[in-house]
């Protein structure tokens, strides 16, 4: 079974930092490109980054480029997103998440964990 388990958000400042965890099971990490994603209240799912198999490629949504890293440590199974200069607009639920699409004009995953809260203070 496939188990994505999200830690490390928080309440921050303004201009802040974080680092969210994902610790992934029931899969062969290493195979696959993995993502973080997040929904703010009252909105759909937003792509934030993604990242190779492997770790040698990575992507970042306009909006956090420059301010967020993703990595991956494959030994440990284990996804980080380093969140930097955070903003009131990064409020939302982050999961990180795998095997997702685009229908309709819509982000669906087929997995995703239970999500860790990210809250920053203006």
């Known amino acids: 079974e496939v188990q994505l388990v999200e830690s490390g958000g928080g309440l921050v400042q303004f201009g802040g930092s974080l680092r969210l965890s994902c610790a992934a099971s029931?899969?062969?990490?290493?195979?696959?490109?993995m993502k973080w994603v997040r929904q703010a209240p009252g909105k759909g799912l937003e792509w934030v980054s993604s990242i190779t198999s492997g770790g040698t490629g990575t992507w970042y949504a306009d909006s956090v480029k420059g301010r967020f890293t993703m990595s991956r440590d494959d030994a440990k199974a284990t996804l980080y997103l380093e969140m930097n200069s955070l903003k009131p607009e990064d409020t939302a639920l982050y999961y990180c998440?795998?095997?997702?699409?685009?229908?309709?004009?819509?982000?669906?995953?087929?997995?995703r964990g239970q999500g860790t809260q990210v809250t920053v203070s203006s």
């Open positions: 998440a795998r095997d997702c699409v685009t229908r309709n004009g819509r982000l669906a995953c087929d997995y």
């Open positions: 029931g899969f062969t990490f290493s195979r696959y490109v």
